[in-house]
């Protein structure tokens, strides 16, 4: 096998992308075939609430990457999102199977599915499980047990659930609409990270955070893996209805102007004053300052509105998303992170963004661009390349660890690669 195409779809709030790409697996190299993107009407705060609507929007994705394409897309990589996810802290132990004791496959299968054995609600069950460490004999600290010898394996892992029946209406959706789940639904904060983190950032320490169109992720990685997240019902839709209200404007106008004016830079409100040639009004006075011939020039019919306004409404609604951002990283204690912060997602294109997080959470702070496919690097495409590479990345290691499982069950393990 040279090479694979895989398809990916990143179900969001507002909007469903999706992504076919075919890797080279002797240059490496990853091209992408097709890329569409469809608004979706079915979702609530990041999950699945109508899934006939979702299912329309997921079959106009698939039909139009099939066209441009080429090829027909039976089975596709997906995300899952939303406040439904959880992690818990878990535990488990085993013997060491092995007469001459050495740790084989087979074990650390064991210990993880013992860590599993947790009692959880009817309503709620577990996508996988992450280990954090390994214990051998008490000895812990282990980042890979396999081959090691000791006569007693325990695993300190985090479980990734969700609640039963947001992952029944998105396997819904994608039944409806002809599209099989390869390799199980993967949490979007997995996702985003394979695809904008390196592993050094992952050892060092960092944070990453997904700002969505109505959620927001936090997820801390400490020693290479995933230490735990948190999810917010906060996004860059909540500042769209914010601008709606406050200057009694239609979602649609309100969307335009935070796009072409929302900002949180000081300096960006001076530039569009000084764009108006009879700029003599004083800049306290916030009723008094249109964007006349900034509007008349786009042909655009939006209401007066100052500048500083604007800017005070966007800024508010991103202190909330920090105060949020620093209880969960209080909550979950985090150690110093070297790596600092990145952020990502269709919210992270507010200019000022990166300034005032470096003010609020007091971390080195950046754009997490995607890496891994050249000429691919928008935020808002990070869930949906990581998606592509978790299972280019598995791909990879089947060629070289052939299994008799075969390709979709290999791909079930998918969090393996997640391993410390």
């Known amino acids: 096998m040279k090479s694979f195409t895989l398809s990916a779809f990143d179900v969001g709030s507002y909007s469903i992308k999706g992504l076919v790409a075919k890797k080279n697996f002797s240059s490496g190299d990853i091209q992408i075939l097709a890329q569409a993107e469809v608004a979706c009407s079915g979702m609530r705060n990041g999950e ?10 997921l079959l ?3 039909e139009e990457l099939g066209k441009k394409a080429n090829l027909k897309i039976r089975e596709a990589m997906f995300n899952v999102n939303g406040m439904h996810l959880f992690s818990v802290a878990s535990q488990g132990l085993v013997s060491v199977s092995r007469a ?3 740790i084989s496959y087979e074990d650390v299968q064991r210990v993880l599915r013992a860590a599993q054995a947790i009692h959880l609600p009817s309503n709620k069950e577990v996508l996988d499980v992450l280990p954090q460490e390994y214990i051998i004999d008490n000895d812990g600290s282990v980042k890979n047990p396999l081959g090691l010898k000791g006569i007693r394996l325990e695993v300190r892992a985090l479980l990734l659930g969700i609640f039963s029946p947001v992952l029944e209406n998105l396997e819904k959706a994608c039944s409806s609409a ?3 789940i390869l390799g199980g639904l993967i949490p979007s904060p997995l996702a985003v990270a394979r695809s904008v983190l390196s592993q050094e950032h ?3 320490g960092c944070l990453v955070i997904d700002l969505g169109a109505t959620t927001t992720s936090v997820s801390v990685f400490e020693q290479g893996g995933l230490k735990d997240f948190a999810i917010f019902p906060i996004g860059s839709a909540h500042i769209t209805n914010d601008i709606a209200i406050c200057l009694r404007t239609e979602i649609a106008t309100a969307e335009v102007i935070k796009k072409k004016y929302g900002t949180l830079k000081s ?3 001076n530039k569009i004053l000084n764009k108006k040639q009879k700029a ?3 800049f306290h006075n916030q009723d ?3 964007l006349e011939e900034i509007l008349a020039q786009e042909q655009e019919i939006l209401p007066s509105f100052s500048p500083k306004l604007l800017k005070n409404i966007v800024e508010d609604r991103f202190n909330q998303l920090f105060f949020e951002i620093q209880k969960a990283v209080k909550r979950i204690n985090v150690q110093p992170m070297p790596a600092g912060v990145f952020f990502t997602g269709g919210g992270s294109a507010m200019p000022g963004l990166v300034e005032l997080a470096k003010q609020k959470l007091k971390l080195p702070c950046r754009l997490g661009y995607p890496k891994g496919v050249i000429g691919c690097d928008d935020p808002k495409l990070a869930t949906c390349l990581g998606l592509l590479l978790l299972g280019f990345d598995d791909l990879e290691e089947e060629r070289e660890m052939p299994s008799n499982g075969g390709f979709k069950d290999k791909l079930k393990r998918f969090f393996r690669i997640f391993l410390p």
Not at 48 to 57: F, G
Request: hydrophobic content about 30%; aromatic content about 0%; proline content about 6%.
């Open 48 to 57: 699945v609430a109508r899934p006939e609507r979702v299912a329309e929007s």
């Open 60 to 62: 106009a994705v698939k």
């Open 100 to 102: 001459d004791q050495k």
């Open 178 to 180: 002809g599209l099989g």
């Open 202 to 204: 992952k050892e060092l």
């Open 267 to 269: 300096t960006a409100i």
């Open 280 to 282: 003599k009004e004083s």
């Open 288 to 290: 008094e300052n249109p």
